[in-house]
């Protein structure tokens, strides 16, 4: 089982809503990010978060806007969305975010699934 | 052309077969090499992870990677219908502002019949 749970695992919002998705590792990583998967596609970048500082935001649209309080959680506040925003969420976790670092492995949640209406 | 390619299938194969996947990519600042499998309304799960030239065996999976020609594979051997589900090859590079950053095939569909 992977140990980044994601929460929650489906979202219903309207495009008025402001909603939230969670994330926790208890791995001890250091880096942590946002990837959006839409069906059929493999996942895209959006953010990546390295010792609780945003170190990456792939030209994502401001009704996206991440959260890291600390090592562990991860967050991703969600207003104003469209319906071309519906996708899997995923977040994903590795040990080591320092260049050349070999601790590159990227573990992943089961992803939000979110639904705009 | 795409950073990396990966063979698109979808593929359907018999129970016990031995399954090749593979992926090519152009970015020979591609250091670090990854499978995931992903079931249906599922997240990725980490398969393989290399960063070396040559064969890694994990059970019934084997990667391979030939950093000379760009070209990288994932073998299944003795496949089971459990093992159905899109397979996903990653890379990423050691430094610089791509750290962190995977850059995905477009997945194959695998299918092991009973």
């Known amino acids: 089982d992977t140990e980044v749970t994601q929460t929650p695992k489906h979202l219903v919002m309207g495009m008025t809503n402001k909603k939230s998705l969670k994330c926790e590792q208890h791995?001890?990583?250091?880096?942590m990010y946002w990837y959006k998967q839409k069906a059929k596609k493999p996942p895209e970048l959006m953010f990546v978060y390295s010792y609780e500082k945003l170190s990456i935001n792939e030209s994502v649209p401001s009704r996206f806007s991440p959260e890291c309080p600390n090592s562990s959680l991860l967050n991703l506040h969600l207003h104003a969305l469209q319906p071309e925003d519906s996708a899997l969420y995923l977040c994903?976790?590795?040990?080591?975010?320092?260049?050349?670092?070999?601790?590159?492995?990227?573990?992943f949640g089961e992803g939000s699934w979110l639904t705009v209406v | 052309q795409k950073e990396v390619e990966q063979d698109p299938g979808p593929l359907s194969v018999p129970e016990g077969a031995i399954v090749s996947l593979n992926c090519t990519y152009s970015n020979s600042a591609f250091q670090y090499f990854m499978w995931y499998r992903q079931y249906s309304r599922k997240g990725p799960e980490l398969l393989m992870y290399?960063?070396?030239?040559g064969n890694k065996e994990d059970g019934r999976f084997t990667a391979q990677v030939d950093k000379s020609s760009k070209y990288i594979s994932l073998f299944i051997r003795d496949s089971q219908p459990s093992d159905s589900a899109t397979y996903l090859c990653a890379m990423n590079s050691a430094g610089g502002t791509s750290y962190g950053k995977l850059t995905f095939g477009q997945g194959t569909i695998l299918t092991v019949h009973p």
């Open positions: 791995m001890g990583h250091r880096a």
């Open positions: 290399t960063y070396s030239s």
């Open positions: 994903a976790s590795s040990q080591d975010p320092r260049p050349g670092a070999r601790g590159n492995t990227i573990y």
